[in-house]
């Protein structure tokens, strides 16, 4: 009970700050990263100042492999198989980023604190990088490649059951990464570091053959074959760490609705999540690691263990890998 409730707790605060942006800044998306009280010919100024042309690159990795060995039960029902889940995708599209990737608060001005005493420092609300150029015209749509292939195989021993006696059952899952979409990039409220939302779209076929054995001899064999298009949704965190929490400036009407006292048990989730081995992983949530110079940033997820939800066609416990790495880097 406590861990279905443990979910439930951190399935609704993450999809909280999901809605929310997991941000102290309800900002728009790069279409309507200007804000109207500029002038366009001040805001093209001032966007050349702060952006120069550069690259966002991800690239994708995710594997799970594991065994099925349940043994003999009390009515003599036993199983055993394997399966097998792989996925590689990248992402590549040329935009403006950060004159100073190192420095988030970049732009910043001392009177904005003074003249503000809720000021919130979100010179870059959309992320350290934008897809729109000066004039706001997009750049060319991201290359995107990838490939996904899974595998489940097992065999059910029922020598009591009264109908079937033998169940084989062998799946295989094969297609692309169509798409791949990341936003929301913004400093996390729950560690030191960035924080955006990854989804990967991919477009599989998956066929099934089982094959039933029945106690009289009889095999019934049945195939079934479905396209798969759902997503595979992340949202990547830093490690939880206090002082993201304590930075954070609240104003009286955030703190009247509740905002602080939700982000401060979002922390104390998530917090015990990592720390734990008790839990799998929500899927969508991972610390990360970050390098920064004044013309690069490197965002690095790496995870390696059993403590993962399975992904497609996998069952249990899998061994798990998954290496997410996202560059944003000046052109030189």
């Known amino acids: 009970m406590y861990k279905k409730n443990f979910y439930i707790a951190v399935v609704a605060l993450l999809t909280y700050c999901f809605i929310s942006g997991c941000s102290d800044y309800e900002g728009a998306d790069e279409s309507t990263m200007h804000s109207e009280e500029y002038d366009d010919d001040i805001f093209i100024e001032e966007a050349s100042e702060l952006y ?38 990248h992402f590549k599209r040329e935009g403006l980023v950060s004159i100073d990737l190192s420095d988030p608060f970049i732009g910043v001005l001392p009177e904005d604190y003074v003249n503000d005493k809720y000021f919130k420092p979100t010179a870059f609300s959309d992320g350290p990088y934008t897809f729109s150029d000066h004039n706001y015209k997009q750049f060319p749509e991201a290359e995107i490649t990838g490939s996904i292939i899974s595998h489940l195989d097992y065999v059910i021993h029922s ?16 297609g692309d990464v169509s798409d791949i979409e990341f936003d929301n990039m913004k400093l996390s409220k729950i560690g030191l570091g960035y924080t955006f939302n990854l989804k990967i779209y991919k477009h599989s076929e998956y ?59 979002f922390f104390g989730l998530l917090s015990n999540q990592f720390d734990s081995e008790a839990f799998p992983f929500v ?48 052109k030189k």
């Not at 006696?165 to 899952?173: C, M, P, R």
């Not at 610390?287 to 965002?299: Q, R």
């Open 52 to 89: 120069r042309p550069g690259v966002v690159s991800i690239d994708v990795l995710i594997k799970q492999s594991g065994v099925i060995d349940e043994p003999e039960d009390d009515s003599g029902s036993s199983m055993s198989g394997s399966a097998s889940f792989e996925l590689n995708a």
């Open 159 to 174: 020598p009591n059951s009264v109908d079937s006696v033998k169940t084989t059952v062998v799946s295989n899952e094969k």
């Open 207 to 265: 066929t099934t053959h089982q094959s039933l054995t029945y106690r009289n001899g009889y095999v019934n064999k049945i195939s079934d074959s479905k396209s798969k298009l759902e997503p595979i949704d992340f949202v990547i965190q830093p490690h939880p760490n206090k002082k993201a929490l304590d930075r954070i400036i609240y104003t009286p009407m955030e703190i009247k609705h509740n905002e602080k006292k939700r982000d401060i048990e």
């Open 283 to 330: 899927k969508f949530c991972m610390h990360t690691k970050e390098i920064a110079t004044k013309d690069s940033l490197t965002v690095t997820c790496n995870y390696s263990g059993n403590n993962w939800i399975s992904m497609d066609g996998m069952v249990g416990s899998p061994d798990t890998t998954i290496l997410i790495t996202l560059t944003i880097a000046a």
